[in-house]
């Protein structure tokens, strides 16, 4: 029926669904993809006008984004990720509780990292307890920072958290 720009880098084609399942389309998005040359986000139905939105860009996403300028994200900012068309960031003021999940390899530590060191430069005032229970592999790279404390035993760490919690 349609194809609209959304912004930039990402624009909606609808279709009418002409006798086609929702299923159908999402089961045969790679071959929609390669037909069109492009990269689809996600594929949505319009109950209402029987039509099928497919949402897509022609940019490919980068397999690697680094963040250099953490200067640009103060009073408790943090980069969390990026789209196609835009950063996506999040501040602790705003959104105090944070759960990081994903499969292994999916760039859960390095967003701890990137996230501690973002709050770590531009909010002085703040502390932090890192509580590693692997051994201390990933909280290894804090240990010696200031205003950053490292623990990696069960014990030290049900200490120190109560600790915190008596504030």
């Known amino acids: 029926i349609c194809d609209k720009a959304i912004d930039r880098e990402n624009r909606r084609l609808t279709l009418t669904r002409e006798m086609i399942t929702l299923d159908q389309f999402r089961n045969n998005s790679n071959e929609i993809a390669s037909a069109l040359n492009v990269y689809i986000e996600n594929i949505e139905e319009d109950r209402t006008g029987g039509n099928v939105d497919i949402f897509y860009s022609i940019v490919e996403m980068p397999k690697k984004f680094e963040c250099t300028d953490y200067a640009r994200f103060p009073n ?92």
């Open 76 to 167: 408790c900012s943090f980069l969390v990720g990026k789209t196609r068309g835009k950063e996506v960031t999040g501040n602790l003021l705003t959104s105090p509780h944070l759960l990081v999940a994903g499969e292994s390899g999916g760039g859960k530590s390095s967003f701890l990292r990137h996230l501690i060191v973002t709050l770590y430069l531009n909010n002085l005032h703040m502390k932090f307890l890192f509580i590693d229970l692997k051994e201390n592999l990933e909280g290894q790279i804090f240990n010696g920072m200031g205003r950053i404390e490292v623990t990696d035993t069960a014990n030290e760490a049900l200490a120190k958290l109560l600790k915190v919690s008596h504030f």
